[in-house]
C-alpha cells in the first residue's frame, strides 16, 4: 500500500499573491520557491519534506458556491493578541466565541475564507 508523503491545504484563490502572503505573514512561514501568480505554497509541500500540512494555492477565475468551503482552526498560544494581527493583516472580524473550556475569534481572510483563531481557557 502506498503512503502519503505530504499533505496540503488547498484554497482556490483569486489572487493568489494576496492570500498567500496573509496566510505567510500570520503563520510566520516563508512561501516556498517557485511562487507565481498562478500558484504558490507554504510549507514545503512540493519537497515532500514537511512533517505538517502545508497550504496551497492556486488561481481561480471565480469561486465555486457549491465547492466546501475552507475551514482552518489555529491553537494558538497568544490569543487574543493574534486576533488583532490577522485584522492588521486584512482578516476581518465574525465573532468571539467561549463555549465548553474553548474561547476562540471567527475570522475571513482576505477572500472571504473563514477560520478560528483561539485556545483552550486556562484555568
Not at 44 to 50: F, P
Not at 83 to 94: E, F, H, Q, S, Y
Request: aromatic share 8%; hydrophobic share 40%; charged share 25%.
Amino acid at each position: 500500500m502506498a503512503s502519503l508523503h505530504s499533505l496540503s491545504i488547498t484554497f482556490d484563490c483569486l489572487d493568489v499573491e494576496t492570500q498567500s502572503l496573509f496566510w505567510a505573514e500570520l503563520l510566520g512561514a516563508e512561501i516556498d520557491d517557485g511562487a507565481n501568480e498562478f500558484v504558490a505554497s507554504i510549507g514545503g509541500i512540493h519537497s515532500g519534506e514537511s512533517p505538517t500540512p502545508g497550504m496551497l494555492f492556486l488561481k481561480v477565475d471565480d469561486h465555486v458556491e457549491t465547492k466546501n468551503p475552507l475551514h482552518i482552526d489555529l491553537d494558538d498560544p497568544h490569543y487574543p493578541a493574534d486576533v488583532d494581527r490577522a485584522i492588521a493583516l486584512g482578516a476581518t472580524k465574525v465573532g468571539s466565541f467561549d463555549e465548553f473550556g474553548i474561547e476562540w475569534t471567527t475570522l475571513r481572510d482576505p477572500e472571504g475564507y473563514v477560520f478560528d483563531i483561539g485556545r483552550r481557557k486556562q484555568n
